[in-house]
């Protein structure tokens, strides 16, 4: 009997052999950060969320598209347009030359020069469009290439350019919190940004880090995913963040550089890439394209694993996820593979 329960025990202990995770859940860049890691005891876990609670307050209060801070300067010192250019703060220069290149990759979809027009639509505080500047914005719209950059200042070829990094700061932030979590000695992580997320290592020797993806109609989950290596799971929709205009139409926060206005065809792009950064810029730009264009546009992101869900429900997805996602609810009609 007393060895019965003793091998009981020993099975028990077995069971959960690898370290406990830790996790740290706070408000930062308008969501629900929530960082778990495994592999290290309490005290390191807990030094490290105090780093990373005090890296992210800093980087939201810098990149903020309209409350003070780094960027709400330089965009104004832009619009003043002095003669002899405006100083670019470090904190934003990484920001800037990813943009410039993704404006370019992305053939312009993903365009964080429209900030003024992503405003006059209502998405920088107020909840309702200024017909009247959306019109004179849309007779020439900014682009990335419209902001010269020379020996570290920067001008602008279009008054109406201003920098929103909404499609791309999360990405950054969530990179950098990875670089500061390895820097603790923290090798295995999950650092979620309100569904936006960055995995790396596993969450025990025998049991992978298993991710989940939101039904982007009702909520809840949609898929799981048990991750296979590391990588930056990624998410835009429409769902995500609207309003109702005074016509009753349902406006969404992605802007369309080729109409100037809110995008209505596809409902969530979730994508798998190496970096962060790029994940964040690709899922955006993602919205905007259209399915015949996706083989395209993947591999020009350089996106590893996509889901793309359309507004009418039709779906796409690439072959390595089609084989590895467990579904848990459903959406529409089957997924249709990408590129056949
Ligand atoms: P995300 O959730 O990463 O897709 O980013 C969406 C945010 O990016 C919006 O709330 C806007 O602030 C900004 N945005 C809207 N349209 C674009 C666009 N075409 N390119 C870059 N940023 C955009
Ligand atoms: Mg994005």
């Given amino acids: 009997m007393r060895n019965a329960l003793l091998i009981l025990l020993l099975l028990g202990l077995a069971a959960c052999t690898g370290e406990p995770v830790h996790q ?20 390191r876990a807990e030094a490290a969320f105090d780093a990373v609670e005090q890296l992210l307050a800093k980087r939201n209060r810098q990149w903020h598209a309209w409350e003070d801070g780094d960027l709400k300067r330089f965009n104004d010192a832009l619009a003043a ?14 920001l800037i030359d990813d943009s410039k290149r993704y404006y370019r990759v992305s053939d312009g979809l993903f365009n964080p020069a429209l900030g003024k027009l992503i405003a006059a639509w209502g998405f920088q505080g107020r909840e309702q469009p200024d017909r009247a500047l959306i019109e004179r914005i849309r007779q020439d719209l900014p682009t990335m290439d419209d ?40 090798r295995h992580f999950i650092v979620n940004a ?24 009702r909520g809840g989950a949609l898929a799981t995913l048990a991750m296979a290596g590391d990588g930056a799971v990624f998410t835009s929709g ?18 369309d550089p080729r109409t100037g206005e809110p ?16 994940a964040d810029a690709a899922a955006t730009a993602l919205m905007l394209t ?25 779906a796409w997805i690439s072959p390595g996820w089609k084989d590895r996602l467990i579904w848990s609810d459903r959406i529409g009609p089957k997924p249709q593979p990408i590129g056949k």
Avoid: C
């Fill in 24 to 43: 740290r859940q706070f408000l930062q860049f308008g969501t629900l950060i929530d960082i778990s890691v495994s592999g290290v005891d309490a005290r």
């Fill in 81 to 94: 347009q002095p003669t002899e250019g405006v100083p670019v703060p470090p904190s934003l220069r990484r």
């Fill in 147 to 186: 902001l010269r950059i020379e020996d570290n200042r920067a001008w602008s070829d279009n008054p109406f350019l201003q920098l929103d990094f909404g499609a791309i700061a999360k990405g950054l932030a969530v990179a950098q919190t990875g670089d500061l979590l390895l820097q603790h000695g923290i």
């Fill in 194 to 217: 309100g569904g936006d997320l960055l995995v790396r290592g596993r969450k025990s020797d025998d049991e992978p880090w298993v991710i989940g993806i939101e039904n982007p109609f």
């Fill in 238 to 255: 429409s769902y995500r963040r609207y309003y109702i205009d005074e016509q009753g139409r349902r406006r969404q926060h992605i802007i």
């Fill in 263 to 278: 995008a209505t065809s596809i409902r969530s792009v979730t994508v798998l890439l190496d970096d962060p950064v790029a």
């Fill in 290 to 314: 259209e399915p015949e264009r996706l083989p395209e546009m993947l591999q020009r992101l350089a996106v590893r694993e996509a889901l793309v869900i359309a507004e009418d429900r039709q």
